[in-house]
């Protein structure tokens, strides 16, 4: 596939280096000192501006596959799209950093034609994907990560192993999970693997389950979350866009919230905005502050400011205070398994959030990967079986590496295998796997796109 992506920052780095390997990839910047990162990476770079029609032909935009704008300036990244559409069939993604832009784009996208030049096919705003990831995990107790699939009849869930759990120490194969929900991974340390029936689960492992929402709604409830696990409070350090879009989402829920902010005007604004949220006026990193407004009765303290040393010293602070559970957002994303080694419960990343998403919906959908999982460690792929496969039973098959068909979608049907199910040509299977492992399963079925 050939990627072009305008603007050599963060953001881009972090594509870069995750897709030049398997990619045609091309970057584009007017400064050529921000382009020499990219000097040990085996790809092209073009001094420039996206908004320039010779820039975007010296790139061979007319042959892209996919356009990323991702610059500091949100009206170059529009510019440079609404210019690639002119130009070529390739599909745009457009970062912003403005709720405005965002909303501006959307309003743009609803009312033109679908091949209008200005018809942009993505706009991705990394903080309001972060903030629907923590929400995600907030409506899920305990949960590390959450994702649905099948229209919501699939799910993944993933929960680590406490010290109070029952699982801890057990085999899989004596732990007694519904029939309808599988262990397909488990994140020990820094790796991730396929666990067999005689694995056991160790203190701190992250497991990830999939099956049916109903399923593993029961498995939530008699492994994971008990009266004490319900989320009724929360405390959020940190006013900024993620924080308060955040606190808006929980507005509209029963829980309780409270957000710290160290800037008095801002905290007029969020007082403004915010018609059920409790705004303090106060420098969340303070531990007499912490102590005195009690954050160790929130059943969830998030620390959402910008900077990952200030999260991680609030983070820190509050689970010395007693906090239950801590959640923290983490901009550099070589230091997510830091946090989470330190005792962070869910460290969270906007970069890894709009990674996912590029992966996700664009880059690997084309190969019908739908989810990553453990920083791309592991994937869920959407495979249809081959018209010409025979019939074979599960336990029959003879995958080439270790792999978990998770479900298996035969018409309206979502069906869980065992052993005895069959696979049939055409059947739809959600298959988990390690990321390295994703194109032997693909062919091994004969892989076609949906």
Same mark, same amino acid.
């Given at each position: 596939m050939k990627i072009v992506i305008y603007g050599a920052g963060d953001i881009t780095s972090i594509l870069a280096s995750e897709f030049f390997e398997d990619h045609d990839i091309i970057v584009i910047d007017p400064d050529s000192e921000k382009l020499s990162q990219f000097s040990h990476l085996d790809l092209s770079t073009i001094v420039g501006d996206a908004s320039n029609i010779n820039v975007l032909s010296n790139a061979d935009i007319k042959n892209a596959d996919v356009f990323i704008a991702a610059s500091e300036l949100d009206e170059a990244n529009?510019?440079?799209?609404?210019?690639?559409?002119?130009? @070529?069939?390739?599909?745009?993604?457009?970062?912003?950093?403005?709720?405005?832009? +965002?909303?501006?784009?959307?309003?743009?996208?609803?009312?033109?034609?679908?091949?209008?030049?200005?018809?942009?096919?993505?706009?991705?705003?990394?903080q309001e994907l972060l903030t629907?990831?923590?929400y995600s995990i907030l409506t899920v107790p305990d949960a590390v990560d959450v994702e649905s699939f099948a229209q919501g009849r699939a799910r993944l869930l993933e929960y680590r192993i406490k010290e109070n759990s029952p699982l801890l120490g057990k085999k899989l194969k004596d732990a007694g999970f519904d029939t309808e929900t599988l262990v397909v991974g488990i994140a020990r340390e820094d790796g991730l693997f396929i666990p067999n029936g005689d694995d056991e689960f160790q203190l701190n492992d992250k497991c990830i389950f999939m099956g049916t929402p109903d399923s593993l709604d029961l498995t939530s409830i008699k492994y994971f979350i008990d009266e004490k696990s319900a989320i009724k409070?929360?405390?959020?350090?940190? $006013?900024?866009?993620? $924080? &308060?879009?955040?606190?808006?989402?929980?507005? !509209?829920?029963?829980?309780?919230? !409270? /957000?710290?902010?160290?800037?008095? +005007?801002?905290?007029? &604004?969020?007082?403004?905005?915010?018609?059920?949220?409790?705004?303090?006026?106060?420098?969340?990193?303070?531990?007499?502050?912490?102590?005195?407004?009690?954050?160790?009765? @929130?059943?969830?303290?998030?620390? /959402?400011?910008?900077?990952?040393?200030?999260?991680?010293?609030?983070?820190?602070?509050?689970?010395?205070? $007693?906090?239950?559970?801590?959640?923290?957002?983490?901009?550099?994303?070589?230091?997510?398994?830091? &946090?989470?080694?330190? $005792?962070?419960?869910?460290?969270?990343?906007? !970069?890894?959030?709009?990674?996912?998403?590029? !992966?996700?919906?664009?880059?690997? @959908? +084309?190969?019908g990967i739908i989810a990553t999982v453990e920083r791309g460690l592991g994937k869920v792929q959407e495979i249809k079986v081959d018209c010409a496969f025979k019939d074979t039973t599960l336990m029959d098959l003879k995958l080439p590496c270790r792999a978990v068909i998770a479900t298996i979608q035969r018409g309206s049907r979502i069906i869980i295998p065992k052993g005895q199910t069959l696979i049939r040509a055409n059947d739809m299977l959600l298959v988990f796997s390690m990321a390295d492992d994703a194109q032997q399963i693909r062919e091994f079925f004969g892989y076609s796109e949906a």
């Open positions: 529009i510019v440079g799209c609404i210019m690639t559409r002119y130009l @070529s069939c390739a599909q745009t993604v457009c970062f912003v950093s403005r709720k405005e832009c +965002k909303n501006s784009l959307k309003i743009i996208r609803e009312h033109a034609k679908k091949d209008d030049d200005v018809n942009i096919n993505y706009v991705v705003w990394p629907r990831e923590i409070s929360v405390s959020i350090i940190g $006013g900024g866009t993620v $924080g &308060f879009e955040l606190a808006k989402l929980l507005e !509209k829920t029963k829980i309780k919230v !409270k /957000l710290i902010e160290s800037n008095y +005007k801002r905290c007029e &604004f969020l007082s403004e905005e915010l018609s059920k949220t409790l705004i303090l006026n106060a420098d969340g990193t303070n531990s007499e502050f912490l102590t005195q407004e009690g954050i160790a009765n @929130s059943d969830v303290v998030i620390a /959402l400011s910008d900077s990952d040393e200030k999260n991680l010293l609030c983070s820190l602070i509050s689970k010395q205070l $007693g906090a239950k559970r801590v959640i923290t957002r983490v901009d550099q994303l070589a230091t997510i398994s830091l &946090f989470e080694n330190v $005792g962070i419960d869910v460290a969270v990343s906007p !970069k890894q959030a709009a990674l996912n998403e590029i !992966k996700n919906q664009i880059i690997d @959908s +084309k190969m």
